[in-house]
């Protein structure tokens, strides 16, 4: 951990500057940290904590930490404001988390089968039910006698999507334990598990177009006339690819 002071992004910072949860780091930081562009860092100032991604290392070491206005702005934190940065995100128990509005990470793993992994990065208050979902996904496989694996984050809060709603944890390293630990190796499926503000259940993902097709098919079998449903990329914003 490391206390620093919390600085703009440079004129030109074009990566950070407009980014939503978005930070650079000078040199000197981001080493004493162990952190590299993509990495996620903890960043808290005595009153809330948020995370941010490390969109770049940026030169002067005189500013160590340059946090997007958005960011600052979303979440109340203060130009110059003094803070602690750390690497590991998750802070606190589940229990203690939700008590708090904190951030937990919930691993249920082997630490050996590479079938499926079960994976919602973006739990509790910050797209709610997704978490809720997934643990019930991991059950129903495990009863049914499937090898699976669940990883998910749990970000309590009323601002729990500004504070907590970060992209790409899976291109992080050290800054979610669970994650590392479910990440060394390569599974035959994983299924992820969002939320969106649009008028549709979106069946994305990089697996083929049959397999999408046939999950949508089942769903609407099962909840006929309530939800629509889709699974071409082309008809979907969001394509999880």
């Not at 990470?105 to 973006?122: G, N, R």
């Not at 889709?230 to 979907?236: K, Q, T, V, Y």
Request: aromatic share 10%; net charge positive; glycine share 8%.
């Amino acid at each position: 951990m490391v206390s620093v002071k919390v600085f703009k992004p440079r004129s030109g910072q074009d990566a950070v500057r407009n980014k939503r949860w978005a930070c650079s780091l000078s040199p000197r930081c981001a080493s004493r940290l162990d952190v590299s562009a993509n990495d996620h860092v903890r960043i808290e100032d005595g009153k809330k904590a948020l995370c941010c991604r490390v969109r770049e290392i940026h030169e002067k070491d005189k500013y160590p930490l340059r946090v997007s206005e958005k960011t600052r702005d979303n979440t109340g934190l203060e130009h110059h404001a003094e803070v602690s940065v750390r690497k590991q995100i998750p802070g606190k128990s589940y229990m203690k988390a939700r008590r708090t509005g904190d951030l937990a990470e919930t691993v249920w793993d082997d630490l050996k089968q590479s079938q499926i992994l079960i994976y919602a990065p973006h739990g509790g208050d910050t797209e709610f039910g997704t978490d809720d979902a997934a643990i019930r996904l991991y059950r129903k496989l495990q009863n049914s006698g499937f090898d699976c694996s669940l990883w998910a984050l749990h970000g309590f809060n009323p601002n729990s999507f500004a504070r907590w709603h970060v992209s790409k944890p899976g291109l992080t390293l050290g800054c979610y334990p669970g994650l590392d630990q479910v990440s060394d190796r390569t599974y035959e499926l994983v299924v992820s598990f969002h939320v969106q503000s649009k008028g549709y259940t979106g069946i994305g993902g990089a697996i083929d177009d049959s397999f999408r097709k046939c999950v949508v098919e089942e769903m609407d079998s099962r909840i006929r006339d309530r939800y629509e449903f889709r699974w071409r990329h082309n008809d979907m914003r969001w394509k999880g690819v």
